[in-house]
């Protein structure tokens, strides 16, 4: 069992884990809890009620095509508001935004931003920095929109665009890009590429802020296209696009079914 220095959880080292097979991981460490602070301050709080207020206007014209789903989530965040790993993902972000080489206010892309929740947690997370410029992608139009009206609301520099991870033909250059969830809107056949579509637009010294649930197929689950039930064919899907693991972390909620995992990536 091993300790990282200043810390207070408990790791292991992922050879100890069965991945010692695994390329560039031998000497990354595995947290098997975080600390989830629902009581964090925030220095730019979403709307969620004027959200779903514009996702209702909204989705009659832009989300054919998403089967409901940014309506359906506009309304459980009003009771439900933060993801399980709301607090490390700001904390992940903001080490390797504080020890970056060069130093600076980061170029931040959000893959998938599905509202303004991920937009929200970058702003937080590079603030000490200066202000930071962030690209939003998104493939429907909607919570483009509410990120729009985030970024006017907090004095943003945001740049949207809608965007198809699962065809992803375009190009950008990111200091760092916060993926949460993404791949469970997209066929596994198109996982690999997407993956390497991230690794390509990353500039030197950049990383990838990634968050995952890791759960069985729910046939009634009409938003959501594959799922990964454990953790090894993610860290196989990694190496294979090129990714090198820096820090990986897991989440099981307390009393519920969530089992969320997050990494921080580089290019191998």
């Known amino acids: 069992m091993y300790y990282r220095r200043n810390a207070k959880v408990k790791c292991w080292k992922l050879k100890d884990l069965g991945h010692a097979d695994l390329t560039g991981i031998g000497e990354q460490w595995h947290y098997l809890a975080m600390n989830h602070d629902l009581h964090q301050t925030r220095r730019f709080p979403e709307d969620l009620a004027g959200n779903l207020r514009l996702t209702e206007e909204l989705a009659p014209t832009h989300c054919a095509g998403c089967g409901g789903y940014h309506l359906d989530r506009a309304r459980r965040r009003l009771t439900s508001p933060d993801a399980l790993d709301r607090g490390e993902m700001v904390r992940l972000l903001r080490d390797w935004a504080a020890n970056r080489s ?140 090129g990714l090198q693991v820096a820090a990986l972390q897991e989440a099981v909620e307390e009393g519920g079914p969530r089992h969320r995992v997050l990494a921080l990536l580089k290019s191998a």
């Open 102 to 241: 060069p130093s600076g206010s980061p170029h931040i892309v959000i893959v998938g931003c599905a509202d303004t929740n991920l937009l929200s947690m970058a702003a937080e997370a590079v603030s000490d920095l200066g202000p930071g410029r962030y690209t939003v992608l998104d493939r429907c139009r909607t919570p483009l929109v509410l990120c729009e009206a985030f970024a006017q609301q907090h004095g943003l520099e945001v740049a949207t665009r809608q965007f198809d991870m699962g065809a992803p033909d375009g190009e950008f250059q990111a200091d760092a890009i916060v993926v949460h969830s993404l791949l469970r809107f997209l066929p596994q056949p198109v996982h690999l590429a997407s993956l390497s579509a991230l690794r390509r637009w990353l500039m030197p010294g950049a990383a990838i802020v990634f968050s995952h649930r890791l759960m069985a197929p729910d046939p009634s689950g009409s938003y959501y296209k594959s799922e990964y039930e454990t953790l090894e064919p993610l860290l196989h899907l990694f190496e294979a696009a």
